[in-house]
């Protein structure tokens, strides 16, 4: 998706062209969701609920995000997208955990950090991302300083997981499932080619990542509240 997005911008008619450069912060919420971890090296099989999250967005690495994109009309537009959102399990939450934990079955209320010691994306539950752009002026001005923006994308994530299970330690990068989203958010023209912006995601992917001698799968749900600037050509 996101390769095919970039050979539609190459082969967009140069008369019809505008350039968009785009950088953004902001912070975001991931919805509670249901972890399953399995590990057949110690007969482990358990899914685990509701887990919650912590997004630690001024943290360091922080939130952020960038794009660049290329108007085929007056009102729409076709773009590449990276978002880098974070996402840090409350371990010390008490969960319901039914299943099998090292051969024994469990079906009860524990504290997670009973299941899996430690589960985040610090360094990223990573988007990146091809979007189809709607953008609107507002006002009956033929060169209007304020815009309403839509967008939806699709793409692929690129998690980075931090876990600690049964002691065992593991941080990766890895190739995630798919991703998309979907946006609303206003636009203003601050002066000359430099324009500021603000806008709501929401994103939703389903991941299965790697720990130490096994998998977790879920999917995550997360809101996004961002602010940037962005410079048209």
Known sequence: MFV?????????PARAEVWTFGFFVGTCTTRSNTLTLDRPVDVTHVSVRPVKYDARSFESPPYYGYRVGRALSPHFGIEAEFMHAKAFARTADR?????????????????LSSVM?????????????????????????????AFMLARAGAG???????????????????????????????ELRVRGHL??????????TAESVAVASGTISGRFTTIHAVAGVSWHL
């Open 195 to 204: 324009h500021s912006f603000a806008e709501l995601k929401v994103t939703t």
């Open 156 to 186: 692929i994530t690129v998690p980075h997981v931090e876990s600690t299970i049964a002691a065992e330690s593991r941080e990766q990068y890895e190739a995630g499932g798919l991703g998309v989203q979907a946006s609303l958010g206003a």
């Open 117 to 145: 010691e430690r589960f985040a994306m610090s360094h990223g539950l990573n988007f990146v991302l091809a979007n189809v752009v709607y953008r609107q002026g507002i006002g009956h001005s033929p060169n209007p300083r």
């Open 4 to 12: 095919a997005g970039w050979c539609l911008i190459a082969a967009a």
């Open 95 to 111: 969960i319901r955990a039914t299943g099998t934990v090292k051969a024994d079955a469990i079906d009860s209320t524990v504290p």
